[in-house]
Nanobody
Framework: QVHLVESGGGSVQTGGSLRLSCAAS????????MGWFRQDPGKEREGIAA???????SYADSVKGRFTISKDNAENTLYLQMNSLKPEDTTMYYC?????????????????WGQGTQVTVSS
């Protein structure tokens, strides 16, 4: 069992930056694929960034070049550095862990989810 807790959300102006963190309860998380997802109310959850156990990363086109995913295995923490934020980035952000992920940004392949953190970007 992996328990995930996100933090770092908040409000920022267009062009600003935020760093999201996701603390994992289990050291086993270093063997999992970790991802960041976001979801607007009434819409499907979207995978935006993922990092596998070997450190390889994947990004959605909507965030490529602006967001960077990383992890600190010693601290059991996943990060999402978000730069050049836009109003359309406003939504809830979730971290997730999966122990059998084949396609990095596919929602249903992840087993464990955090409760989410809100990001608001004002114009």
């Amino acid at each position: 069992q992996v328990h995930l807790v996100e933090s770092g959300g908040g409000s920022v102006q267009t062009g600003g930056s935020l760093r999201l963190s996701c603390a994992a309860s289990s050291s086993m998380y270093s063997n999992y694929c970790m991802g960041w997802f976001r979801q607007d109310p009434g819409k499907e959850r979207e995978g935006i960034a993922a990092i596998d156990s070997d450190g390889s990363t994947s990004y959605a086109d909507s965030v490529k070049g602006r967001f960077t995913i990383s992890k600190d295995n010693a601290e059991n923490t996943l990060y999402l550095q978000m730069n050049s934020l836009k109003p359309e980035d406003t939504t809830m952000y979730y971290c997730a862990a999966g122990d059998g992920v084949v396609t990095a940004l596919r929602v249903f392949e992840y087993n464990y989810w955090g409760q989410g953190t809100q990001v608001t970007v004002s114009s």
